[in-house]
């Protein structure tokens, strides 16, 4: 099992850039495959990144792609997305979720572990 904690969410204006990290604990971080997710009021979590569990392949989705970039340490046990050219439509709880299995699903169901969220607000 392991627990994550996401953390760096604000309020920021449209353009503005922010750097959400996900900190993991329990049992070894690298087994997992990781993930970013979204969530706005009133709409169901969506995929926003994934990374393997050496980092060598990621995804994105098509929203977020050029602006957003995933990356991960595995001695330090923590996933950051970078978020860059923020829009107002990118305002969501961000939550970072673990694969077991490293399966490249995108969908909320292959993902094992979450986290509690973090706040990003983008003003126009």
């Known amino acids: 099992q392991v627990q994550l904690v996401e953390s760096g969410g604000g309020l920021v204006q449209a353009g503005d850039s922010l750097r959400l990290s996900c900190a993991a604990s329990?049992?070894?971080?690298?087994?997992?495959?990781m993930g970013w997710f979204r969530q706005a009021p009133g709409k169901d979590r969506e995929f926003v990144a994934y990374?393997?569990?050496?980092?060598?392949?990621?995804d994105y989705a098509d929203s977020v792609k050029g602006r957003f970039t995933i990356s991960r340490d595995n001695v330090k046990n923590t996933v950051s997305l970078q978020m860059n050219s923020l829009k107002p439509e990118d305002t969501a709880v961000y939550y970072c979720?673990?694969?077991?299995?490293?399966?490249?699903?995108?969908?909320?169901?292959?993902?094992?572990?979450w986290g509690q969220g973090t706040q990003v607000t983008v003003s126009s």
């Open positions: 979720a673990a694969d077991r299995w490293e399966s490249g699903d995108r969908r909320v169901r292959a993902y094992d572990y």
């Open positions: 329990g049992r070894s971080f690298s087994i997992y495959a």
């Open positions: 990374i393997s569990r050496a980092g060598y392949s990621t």
